[in-house]
T-cell receptor, first 110, second 118 residues
Framework: QKEVEQNSGPLSVPEGAIASLNCTYSDRGSQSFFWYRQYSGKSPELIMFIYSNGDKEDGRFTAQLNKASQYVSLLIRDSQPSDSATYLCAANQAGTALIFGKGTTLSVSS | DGGITQSPKYLFRKEGQNVTLSCEQNLNHDAMYWYRQDPGQGLRLIYY???????QKGDIAEGYSVSREKKESFPLTVTSAQKNPTAFYLC?????????????????FGPGTRLTVL
């Protein structure tokens, strides 16, 4: 069964630190990967996507993809309390729609 | 202002009642999707549509029905056959159906409808 796995957390970091969120996927045929941020009671918001091996940076966010290890990560630099949310990793596994992990809860303390 | 709208925001259903959730997008996207999210769970795909008048079942389609009469609209009906409908329902869209494209093809979500069975 095709799966996307995430550590549910909570991951707790102090304000200003780097938060590192990790995700693994089972299907080597996966083509592209997405990170969504979801605040409690709200819908997911797309914050990063990546489809090539290596790093992709956008502001304080860096997505890293290693297809050989089937591993995707999201780094959040200079973490802020407003970054406290659940982060969903999703993979396009050449199926019909994205396969989502269950999410990692991040808590940033001031 | 482009985006995806869903209505209503909150919906209450009585036992044995059918209810319809609305989803509209003005992003000119071809593909639309319905997901269900339960507390502590990932998103599960209910139905998806690649083009007008065509739609396919996802992983948990039983007890649900959809239509796609217009490109902009993809309503979801939760029927009385759905035994545990209380959940957060999310509509999404992307330019193309994800399975037909690699690379850049972002999927965006509407604000969601929270359905509760009374």
């Amino acid at each position: 069964q095709k799966e996307v796995e995430q550590n549910s957390g909570p991951l707790s970091v102090p304000e200003g630190a780097i938060a590192s969120l990790n995700c693994t996927y089972s299907d080597r045929g996966s083509q592209s990967f997405f990170w969504y941020r979801q605040y409690s009671g709200k819908s997911p918001e797309l914050i990063m996507f990546i489809y090539s091996n290596g790093d992709k940076e956008d502001g304080r966010f860096t997505a890293q993809l290693n297809k050989a290890s089937q591993y995707v990560s999201l780094l959040i630099r200079d973490s802020q309390p407003s970054d406290s949310a659940t982060y969903l990793c999703a993979a396009n596994q050449a199926g019909t729609a994205l396969i989502f992990g269950k999410g990692t809860t991040l808590s940033v303390s001031s | 202002d482009g985006g995806i709208t869903q209505s209503p925001k909150y919906l209450f259903r009585k036992e044995g009642q059918n209810v319809t959730l609305s989803c509209e997008q003005n992003l000119n996207h071809d593909a639309m999707y319905w997901y269900r999210q339960d507390p502590g769970q990932g998103l599960r795909l209910i139905y998806y549509s690649q083009i007008v008048n065509d739609f396919q079942k996802g992983d948990i389609a039983e007890g649900y029905s959809v239509s796609r009469e217009k490109k902009e609209s993809f309503p979801l009906t939760v029927t009385s056959a759905q035994k545990n409908p209380t959940a957060f329902y999310l509509c999404a869209s992307s330019k193309f159906l994800l399975r037909t494209s690699g690379g850049r093809n972002e999927q965006f979500f509407g604000p969601g409808t929270r359905l509760t069975v009374l």
